[in-house]
Each structure stands twice: as C-alpha cells, then as structure tokens.
C-alpha cells in the first residue's frame, strides 16, 4: 500500500508556491487505497524563527491552509511534527549511520558556507547552527518516522529525498531492510517564480499569499514586475515573469488566451487584472474556509492532537522495531 507523506515548514505565511508545489499536489494523490501523513515540520522552523509567537501564528497559518485547501482530517494522518517525539528519536539513531559529507553537499548548508565565503570570514562555518546543518536528517526522519513511500513535493526538495533514499539504504545494508526507499513525487517540474522573477519563497518576500483579501490578493498580483513596454506592443511570454506565474495555475486553454492577448500587445496592467481575476476565482474557495478556521483555534488544536494519536499508533511500534534492530533492548 502507498504511503503518502509531505510537510510544510511554517517558516513563513503559505504561498501560492507551496499550494501548487506541494498542498495541492499531496491532496489530488490520496485516494482509498493509501495511507496519507500530512504534517506541519514546525521542528524544523526553530532554525529559521526565532520569535516564539510568531512560530505558533505561523504553524496555524500552515495548518488553516491545509485544512482551507480541502485536507479532510478523518481520511488522513494531520499532525504537528513537534507532537511526535518518535521522529526526534529516530533522528538520532540515523545520524549515528549518516555521513557527515553526506550533509555538507546539502543546498542550503553549502548556500550558507558560500555566503560566508563572499563575505570573506575566516571561519567557513560562522553563524550556521548544527540545526541548518542536520535539516536534511530531521527530514529523512520524518519520512522515515512512519515508513512512507512516497513523498509529493516541489521541485527544490530533490536533493532531500535523494538523502533520505541514501539514509534509508544504508540503514538497510547495515540492520536488514527495515525501511522503505521513498520515492519523490514531482508533479510540477516548474517552479513557481515570485512577484520578483525569481523563486517564489517565503525567505524572498515576493510571494503571492495563499490565505488573503481579495484588496490583499489583488495588491500582491500588481507586484508582479514587468517591463516598460506600452499598451499596443506586442509582448513576449516566454520568460516573462506575469505570464510564468499564469501558466502554474491557469488551464492550457486560458494560457493560449494569454499568450494570443500578449501577442496583440495587451497593456501590463489589463494584463495583470486578467491574471489576477484567474488566481481569485481559484483561490475564492480556499477564503472562505480560511475564514471560517481563523476564528477556531481550538478545533484545530484538537485536530492536530487527534492527527498526532493517529500516526503515533503507527511510528511508535516503529521506533520499537528500529530499536530492536539496533541493539537497544530491554535487559
Ligand atoms: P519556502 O521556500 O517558501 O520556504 P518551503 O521550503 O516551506 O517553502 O516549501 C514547502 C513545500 O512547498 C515544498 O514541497 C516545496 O517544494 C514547495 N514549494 C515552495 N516554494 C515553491 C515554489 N516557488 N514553487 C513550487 N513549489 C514550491
Ligand atoms: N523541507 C521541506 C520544505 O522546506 C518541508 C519538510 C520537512 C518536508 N519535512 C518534510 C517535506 C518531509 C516532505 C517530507 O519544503
């Protein structure tokens, strides 16, 4: 049976990235036939905030965007990462297995010793804490936390899922096969840009808000940078920023339009109206349920705890096993 696992880091509020990179796409694979473990990786958010209100304001956002997005509670696992101490746990068993070259090739770890390198300081390390460095571990340990097989996310998330297979492999040379190899599911092979070009990230402050106004959704959309031609001149879509943010949520249909209303020289503010009422329309549904969760905390707390007993009937005879296989046994 496919067992489905992906998670968002409330780092940031939940952008249109995030909902066609990986909420959306999690949510079109279940069906009956799998077991499905959504979760909010608010561990791993403490290396990125260091607010503590502002931590829990966003493992909410995340979890209201979840649940706004269509997540049904009862035909899924819904939890918070922090609720399963099973995946701590397991963490460090697999770092005692995992390479400490296997982390230093991690994009973000190695983006920060570049930074440091620019900057010209004289300790490549300065300022990267052990938790940035071991990111990609606790991940593999929420995958592997519950024995997943498949893991839908966006396309930036490749390398993680190729350390994870890694880890799991060599936990299974080394105690017998135990773990499942998980497999990344990338449905979009675009990534969606932000209003500045590049891609769309909560670390950027150019994203397009999933949870918002229609004044707030609107005002993000006239973001979108453009170039200085006028209205009647004929304007190119390949590698315009407007029209890539178009193609990763509007139907081929709509696109054709688009790109018909492009060539006839359409003004970049009509063109942006047009983009904008596309994106509402989408994104109406998801309000309202937005709306609706915002004033009920509560029930999303009991949500998640309920979600956090679901998945630990399961991840805690795991880490038995695990355990069992490792030689940590009762005398
Ligand atoms: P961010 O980069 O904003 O911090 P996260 O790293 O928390 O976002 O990403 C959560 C999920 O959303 C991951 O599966 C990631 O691949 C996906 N995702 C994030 N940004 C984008 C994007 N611009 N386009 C497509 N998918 C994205
Ligand atoms: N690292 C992911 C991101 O920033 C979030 C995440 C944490 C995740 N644990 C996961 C995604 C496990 C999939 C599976 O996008």
Not at 15 to 30: F, R
Not at 113 to 118: G, H, I, P, R
């Given at each position: 049976?496919?067992?489905?696992?992906?998670?968002?880091?409330?780092?940031?509020?939940?952008?249109?990235?995030?909902?066609?990179?990986?909420?959306?796409?999690?949510?079109?694979?279940?069906?009956?036939?799998?077991e499905s473990f959504l979760f909010i990786a608010d561990?791993?958010?403490?290396?990125?905030?260091?607010?503590?209100?502002?931590?829990?304001?966003?493992?909410?956002?995340?979890?209201?965007?979840?649940?706004?997005?269509?997540?049904?509670?009862?035909?899924?696992?819904?939890?918070?990462?922090?609720?399963?101490?099973?995946?701590?746990?397991?963490?460090?068993?697999?770092?005692?297995?995992?390479?400490?070259?296997?982390?230093?090739?991690?994009?973000?770890?190695?983006?920060?010793?570049?930074?440091?390198?620019?900057?010209?300081?004289?300790?490549?390390?300065?300022?990267?804490?052990?938790?940035?460095?071991?990111?990609?571990?606790?991940?593999?340990?929420?995958?592997?936390?519950?024995?997943?097989?498949?893991?839908?996310?966006?396309?930036?998330?490749?390398?993680?899922?190729?350390?994870?297979?890694d880890i799991a492999e060599k936990f299974n040379n080394?105690?017998?096969?135990?773990?499942?190899?998980?497999?990344?599911?990338?449905?979009?092979?675009?990534?969606?840009?932000?209003?500045?070009?590049?891609?769309?990230?909560?670390?950027?402050?150019?994203?397009?808000?999933?949870?918002?106004?229609?004044?707030?959704?609107?005002?993000?959309?006239?973001?979108?940078?453009?170039?200085?031609?006028?209205?009647?001149?004929?304007?190119?879509?390949?590698?315009?920023?407007?029209?890539?943010?178009?193609?990763?949520?509007?139907?081929?249909?709509?696109?054709?339009?688009?790109?018909?209303?492009?060539?006839?020289?359409?003004?970049?503010?009509?063109?942006?109206?047009?983009?904008?009422?596309?994106?509402?329309?989408?994104?109406?549904?998801?309000?309202?349920?937005?709306?609706?969760?915002?004033?009920?905390?509560?029930?999303?707390?009991?949500?998640?705890?309920?979600?956090?007993?679901?998945?630990?009937?399961?991840?805690?005879?795991?880490?038995?096993?695990?355990?069992?296989?490792?030689?940590?046994?009762?005398?």
């Open positions: 049976m496919k067992r489905i696992l992906t998670g968002i880091t409330p780092s940031g509020y939940p952008h249109l990235g995030n909902y066609i990179g990986a909420i959306k796409p999690s949510l079109d694979l279940l069906d009956e036939k799998c561990l791993h958010a403490v290396i990125k905030v260091s607010d503590p209100s502002r931590l829990a304001e966003l493992s909410n956002a995340i979890a209201i965007a979840w649940l706004a997005s269509g997540l049904d509670p009862n035909k899924t696992s819904f939890y918070r990462q922090s609720d399963v101490p099973e995946i701590t746990e397991l963490a460090w068993l697999l770092s005692c297995i995992t390479e400490k070259g296997l982390l230093n090739r991690a994009h973000a770890y190695k983006a920060a010793v570049d930074q440091n390198n620019e900057s010209g300081k004289k300790e490549i390390d300065e300022g990267i804490s052990l938790g940035l460095f071991s990111y990609p571990l606790l991940m593999a340990s929420d995958i592997l936390t519950p024995n997943a097989t498949h893991v839908p996310v966006g396309k930036d998330q490749q390398q993680h899922l190729e350390i994870t297979r080394k105690y017998g096969k135990f773990f499942n190899v998980p497999e990344a599911v990338i449905q979009n092979e675009k990534t969606v840009l932000g209003t500045d070009g590049r891609k769309m990230s909560k670390s950027y402050n150019n994203i397009i808000p999933l949870l918002s106004t229609e004044k707030e959704l609107k005002k993000s959309v006239m973001k979108i940078v453009t170039n200085s031609q006028e209205p009647g001149e004929k304007k190119e879509w390949k590698n315009n920023t407007l029209f890539s943010i178009y193609s990763s949520f509007a139907s081929d249909e709509k696109q054709e339009e688009m790109k018909n209303f492009f060539k006839d020289g359409i003004g970049w503010g009509d063109a942006k109206q047009k983009v904008f009422e596309e994106l509402n329309l989408m994104l109406s549904p998801i309000r309202e349920k937005f709306i609706e969760h915002s004033n009920n905390k509560k029930h999303i707390e009991e949500i998640l705890k309920s979600g956090a007993e679901k998945v630990r009937a399961q991840t805690v005879p795991i880490l038995k096993e695990v355990k069992k296989l490792v030689g940590i046994n009762a005398l």
